[in-house]
């Protein structure tokens, strides 16, 4: 054994306390996107029966995920099968404040020139869906995925959304670069936030 896999291994596969997929953490989101917003074109699913084998395996994989976060939260982690069920029966509220966000996006920017160049393209939009399903999660009570979903989201984006933010419905980010709102932000029905805004506290003591 050489001192590099054996370092690896011993000091750090062995010591480590999650396992997390994170590229299909990621995978699972961008899924779970496309189809609540089909016109993006990233699943595949045409028939309810291929939609319905699609949901069964994304919710497969979140409970899975669930489960390997014993380290952080072992009563969250016990109850994964019923977590996901939970979560996935959130989701078609989710789409509807998102189907506001999209329609506020097109009303709100005299550039858009259909509801579905908002869904395909607007990073503000996408970065709205994420934390949609991040913050549904956050609420469940589940650890780490929702910071992991959230910073996904930001990482493409350049949009900083809390998943434990307060956000309401008719949300537009315009542009959105260098946008960041914080875990304390509330934020209202209808609102319009412009770049490089920052809505939080700049400096916290640590709990």
């Known amino acids: 054994m050489s001192p590099l896999s054996d370092f ?13 997929n994170v590229p299909q953490v990621r995978q699972s989101v961008d899924e779970l996107v496309c189809l609540m917003f089909p016109q993006r074109g990233c699943t595949g699913t045409r028939t309810l029966a291929e939609t319905e084998q699609h949901i069964e395996q994304l919710k497969k ?38 189907d506001l966000d999209a329609q506020a996006a097109y009303k709100g920017d005299p550039a858009a020139y259909s509801l579905d160049e908002v ?33 996904y989201a930001h990482e493409k984006t350049g949009i900083d959304i809390n998943p434990g933010a307060q956000i309401g419905e008719g949300i537009f980010i315009d542009h959105g670069t260098g946008v ?28």
């Open 180 to 207: 960041v709102i914080g875990e304390t932000s509330v934020i209202g029905k209808n609102v319009k936030i412009y770049q490089g805004v920052t809505l939080g506290a700049l400096s916290v003591k640590k709990k």
């Open 119 to 151: 869904i395909i393209t607007y990073p503000g939009f996408y970065a709205l869906c994420v934390y949609r399903l991040a913050n549904a999660l956050h609420k469940l009570l589940v650890p780490l995925i929702p910071r992991l979903m959230s910073e």
């Open 61 to 98: 994989r979140f409970e899975k995920y669930i489960a390997s976060l014993t380290p952080l939260n072992p009563d969250v982690a016990s109850r994964g099968a019923e977590i996901a069920h939970s979560y996935f029966e959130m989701i078609p509220d989710i789409a509807r404040s998102l």
């Open 8 to 20: 690896l291994h011993q000091d750090r596969l062995q010591k480590a306390q999650i396992i997390l």
